[in-house]
């Protein structure tokens, strides 16, 4: 069976001790790369925003919304700055 001449790379790869020098290499360039590229986990971003909960217990949606929900919302939008 003839080799072609992905076969010849490969075999040409495998049989040379030039592998292993580019493998050790390449993770060299790797490692480093990896501590030059700038990245955060958990970026600092500020967003202004808040979260109200209320209970009523037994209370239906629409009772929840006319009598807690509404009232509160045109009292949080008289505080100046919030939208």
Known sequence: MQEGISGKIAH???NSKLTILLMIALMV???Y???LIPREEE???NVPMADVMVG???ANPAEVENRVVKPLEKIIS???GVE
């Open 29 to 31: 360039i790797g490692v």
């Open 43 to 45: 970026p600092q971003i």
């Open 56 to 58: 009523y217990p037994g």
């Open 12 to 14: 040409f790869f495998i």
């Open 78 to 80: 008289n505080i100046k």
């Open 33 to 35: 790369s990896s501590f």
